[in-house]
């Protein structure tokens, strides 16, 4: 959940390069539409017990090309209904880019010195990553977009531009 001033912060989970989207939600799990299940298994292709330590609120920090191979929405709706209140990665596959905020899942790209459990600080609306009291640059996400994630996602934003 984005809170005030567009502040997210929350404890770092760490990942490389390349995650796609059949580590990130298995396929074998696309047959439902309940989320408790995508959350249930969510990075099991990573880690098979990562659903069982992550919190809300917690932050995904990755490298590279994150969220690449399939289209799939239910990536990032595993993420975020696991709780994941944002993804820190150098870079995003464009479609996971753009499946991230019409879910509503903040995202934004930064490389940044992190270790696992760190406490990460984000301002989406300043574009900025902090950690253990270094500031780095973050692609700033346009107001735009912001507006889309503050509403909950682009179902949710159409819904209060366009009643």
């Known amino acids: 959940m984005i809170g005030k001033n567009n502040i997210i912060s929350g404890k770092a989970w760490k990942f490389g390069d390349n995650v796609d989207t059949d580590v990130i939600i298995p396929g074998k799990y696309l047959r439902t539409t ?12 990573i ?7 992550v919190r809300k609120g ?9 969220g ?12 975020k209904h696991a709780g994941i209140a944002c993804i820190v990665a150098e870079s995003f596959a464009r ?3 753009r499946n991230a905020i019409n879910v509503g899942l903040p995202i934004i790209e930064a490389r940044i010195d992190c270790k696992e459990g760190d406490n990460i600080e984000i301002d989406l609306e300043k574009g900025i990553v902090k950690n253990n009291g270094k500031t780095y640059p ?8 912001r507006e889309i994630l503050a509403d909950g996602g682009l179902v949710e934003h159409r819904k209060k531009v366009n009643p």
């Open 138 to 145: 973050a692609t700033k996400l346009p107001d735009f977009l």
């Open 47 to 53: 880690d098979p017990l990562f659903s069982q330590k």
């Open 68 to 79: 690449c191979g399939s289209s799939r929405e239910q990536a990032p709706l595993a993420l």
């Open 95 to 97: 479609i996971f880019f």
């Open 34 to 45: 309940d989320m408790s299940v995508f959350a249930s298994h969510v990075m099991e292709g």
């Open 58 to 66: 917690d932050i995904i920090v990755a490298g590279k090309n994150f």
